[in-house]
């Protein structure tokens, strides 16, 4: 795994002043950025805080282990090692996430990302970004992955819905804005303007959606965002909030978990 020093350059110009001590690493090419992580803490090389970007995954995977597509030269795939206050619920730590990436990429590129409750960043209707929480005894590793250039012929079929910012931006400076906002929010990951800002750039509220509920389909009309993270929804039977499981949208599935 060959480190790039340009490009750590550019993350510590991206995470900026009072993060020094952070250490932060850029590679060409990993098999996942989370599993470097785990794989590291869990042999007591690293501790939190820690950054590491990468140009390419070749085992990049989201949720239910899904494949993360991560050519080279197009995209961001970061990951964080945090160590929040135990008492933080670990749903908080996607929502901060997802909250920092559309501020970071907002204040770089001028582009308004929307928020797929609860681990999903769209732009113009397609997904430009993911976001993976794992939870090790060592911390929180947190991974995320941006679309930043679509990537020549396209994405590939199994990419579905996929899009990219498409807008100049330096990827790696990118990754340093992103992590110095997430590293800020550890400390507090239940601040109620990190949440406010979630709602309102979350773009269920007011859908119906369809879910599966003790082996049963059900719908219900999305009403909100609990103060834990959870989605608030009202149906027939009543108001509740939904944690895990998988709704759909349409004919558009949506998985949802707020920590792996």
């Known amino acids: 795994m060959r480190c790039v020093t340009g490009w750590e350059k550019a993350m510590r110009e991206g995470l900026g002043e009072g993060f020094s001590p952070v250490p932060v690493q850029a590679l060409g090419q990993v098999d996942s950025t989370n599993l470097r992580l785990k794989e590291w803490a869990r042999a007591g090389e690293i501790r939190a805080p820690y950054v590491l970007a990468a140009d390419s995954q070749t085992a990049g995977r989201g949720r239910l282990g899904r494949t993360f597509v991560s050519p080279p030269g197009t995209g961001l795939y970061m990951s964080v090692l945090l160590c929040p206050p135990e008492s933080t ?4 730590v996607t929502i901060l996430a997802a909250v920092s990436v559309c501020r970071a990429v ?57 899009g990219a910012l498409d807008r100049p931006v330096d990827r790696f400076r ?70 895990t499981g998988e709704v759909s949208i349409g004919s558009r599935q949506v998985s949802f978990s707020r920590l792996e």
Do not use: H
Request: hydrophobic residues 40%; contains cysteine.
């Open 174 to 243: 990118l990754s340093g804005a992103i992590a110095r906002k997430v590293l800020l929010g550890a400390k507090n990951p239940g601040d109620p303007a990190v949440l406010a800002y979630y709602r309102a750039r979350m773009f269920l509220l007011g859908q119906t959606i369809s879910f599966t509920e003790d082996g049963l389909q059900k719908s219900a009309r999305v009403t909100g965002v609990s103060d834990d993270g959870g989605l608030v929804v009202e149906g027939t039977d009543g108001q509740k909030v939904l944690r």
């Open 106 to 162: 907002e204040e770089e590129t001028g582009l308004r990302l929307q928020i797929k409750w609860v681990n999903d960043l769209f732009l113009r209707g397609k997904k430009v970004c993911g976001i993976l929480a794992e939870k090790i005894s060592e911390g929180i590793v947190l991974g995320i992955g941006v679309n930043i250039l679509t990537p020549p012929g396209g994405f590939p079929e199994a990419a579905g819905n996929a």
């Open 89 to 92: 619920d670990p749903g908080l």
